[in-house]
């Protein structure tokens, strides 16, 4: 039995190794053709060892091709290994490539290069620049960027506009501003109380799998006798 369950396990790995030899070579005749996607994903496999061996090095040449032919998610993910220590730390470089990819259409690049300018980090510190960049990015559809923004006019006391960019990060997809949305109308203050308006944010986090917009829902729905 024991040797029986040890050669299926062999046929199954020798099974999977096909199946990623495969797909490699596929994605590697890809990019050999110009396929700036398949470049983008087959350095992505070499950056976390996925179905190959990790190489630093083949990803940030299958990256630099991806960004080359134009895919502006190779520049980020180049830009990523820049910032990171691995392709070298070069801070520098890699807000240029974040300002390629954000130029030419990608929300996590946009917001890759805001915090570099927001932090200071490879460029000089300039908030106005930041701010520009995470909108940007959030214009691109990125919830993380619209919820920084919305935080950041929080702290400065513009509620007007941190409403509006929660608002946008919940549309996006991001439940914990749902949750946030709903519990500054619920309690008012900040905003001018409106309870039913609390509901449709925490139905909405919950709908998002929001564990704590769930239990405030089923918490206050109660009352306006909501089914």
């Known amino acids: 039995m024991k040797k029986l369950f040890c050669i299926m ?3 199954i790995a020798s099974s999977l190794f096909a199946l990623d030899f495969e797909r490699e070579s596929e994605l590697q005749n890809g990019c050999d053709h110009n396929d700036g996607k ?17 190489s630093f090095s083949h990803a940030r040449t299958l990256y630099e091709q991806a960004c080359n032919l134009g895919n502006s998610k190779g520049c980020t993910s180049l830009g990523y290994m820049y910032e990171n ?3 070298g730390t070069n801070l520098p470089k890699a807000a240029e490539l974040y300002e390629r990819a954000c130029v030419n259409g990608d929300a996590s690049g946009c917001e890759s290069l805001a915090m ?15 701010i520009d960049y995470y909108d940007r990015a959030c214009n691109g559809g990125d919830s993380s960027s619209c919820a920084h923004l919305g935080l950041l006019y929080e702290q400065d006391g513009n509620m007007e506009y941190a409403v509006t960019y929660y608002q946008n990060s919940c549309d996006a997809g991001g439940a914990s501003e749902c949750v ?3 519990s500054m109308y619920y309690v008012g203050g900040a905003v001018e109380q409106n309870e039913e308006r609390a509901i449709l944010f925490f139905k909405k986090a919950c709908e998002l799998g929001d564990e704590t917009g769930c239990k405030n829902y089923e918490k206050i729905k109660n009352s306006y006798f909501i089914e």
């Open 9 to 11: 396990v062999l046929m």
């Open 38 to 54: 398949a470049c983008l994903e087959l350095g992505s496999m070499y950056h976390v060892g996925e179905g190959v061996l990790q």
């Open 85 to 87: 220590g691995h392709a």
């Open 116 to 130: 570099l300018y927001e932090n200071g980090k490879g460029v000089s510190e300039d908030m106005q620049k930041a």
């Open 180 to 182: 946030h949305l709903g």
